[in-house]
């Protein structure tokens, strides 16, 4: 396992994102919602960064089984979200891959008649994209590697890890 991005990085930058996110959803009804389970922790950090009043909110969408690293087929399961008409939302993700998760749950969410919508990640795989839709907002940019912790997981190990790092070939045998 490689060390990418250590704890000291992360927590500058989503304090950093934070302080950004309040000024532009200051005096609006902003209600964050996060991707269960890879932005737990990220979403746990980001809204105690936001220093204005927010709701907030989660989902929960799949597209990892077991031990793979490959996607299948996305499930995504819409019956924890509060009520978003009129609300200003942003989507916080884990990290944008292939941009599919992030561009199904918008879609799904834009149904729910919300005032504004946008996402934000703290990882983005810009070489790995297969949608015309970029993130509003992410924390780092990142290579095309398989990459755990921070709430990343493989085979729902390694999300308590305060780091993210990516995993070499024998890790993932
Ligand atoms: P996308 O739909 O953008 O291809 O993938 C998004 C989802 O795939 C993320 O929410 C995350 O769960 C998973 N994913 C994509 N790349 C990685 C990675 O490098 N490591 C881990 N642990 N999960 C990933
Ligand atoms: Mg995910």
Redesign the pocket.
Same mark, same amino acid.
């Given at each position: 396992m490689k060390v990418l991005i250590d704890e000291e990085q992360i927590n500058s930058r989503v304090i950093e994102l934070g302080r950004e996110l309040a000024q532009e959803y200051q005096n609006r009804p902003l209600t964050i919602i996060g991707?269960l389970?890879? /932005?737990l922790v990220l979403l746990a950090d980001l809204i105690r960064a936001i220093d204005v009043p927010h709701q907030v909110g989660v989902l929960q969408?799949? /597209?990892?089984r077991g031990k793979s690293?490959t996607?299948g087929e +996305?499930q995504v399961n819409l019956d924890y979200l509060p009520d978003l008409t009129d609300r200003d939302v942003l989507l916080v993700?884990?990290?944008?891959?292939?941009?599919?998760?992030?561009?199904?749950v918008l879609a799904q969410i834009q149904d729910q008649n919300p005032r504004s919508l946008k996402s934000a &990640?703290l990882?983005w795989?810009e070489e790995? /994209?297969? &949608?015309e839709l970029e993130p509003d907002y992410h924390c780092f940019k990142?290579p095309?590697?398989? &990459? &755990?912790g921070y709430g990343?997981?493989?085979n729902n190990e390694?999300r308590h890890l305060p780091f993210i790092a /990516? +995993?070499e070939g024998s890790d993932l045998a």
């Amino acid at each position: 396992m490689k060390v990418l991005i250590d704890e000291e990085q992360i927590n500058s930058r989503v304090i950093e994102l934070g302080r950004e996110l309040a000024q532009e959803y200051q005096n609006r009804p902003l209600t964050i919602i996060g991707i269960l389970a890879g /932005s737990l922790v990220l979403l746990a950090d980001l809204i105690r960064a936001i220093d204005v009043p927010h709701q907030v909110g989660v989902l929960q969408a799949s /597209s990892y089984r077991g031990k793979s690293t490959t996607p299948g087929e +996305l499930q995504v399961n819409l019956d924890y979200l509060p009520d978003l008409t009129d609300r200003d939302v942003l989507l916080v993700d884990d990290i944008f891959d292939t941009g599919k998760t992030m561009q199904t749950v918008l879609a799904q969410i834009q149904d729910q008649n919300p005032r504004s919508l946008k996402s934000a &990640v703290l990882l983005w795989k810009e070489e790995a /994209s297969q &949608v015309e839709l970029e993130p509003d907002y992410h924390c780092f940019k990142i290579p095309e590697h398989f &990459v &755990v912790g921070y709430g990343l997981d493989f085979n729902n190990e390694y999300r308590h890890l305060p780091f993210i790092a /990516s +995993l070499e070939g024998s890790d993932l045998a």
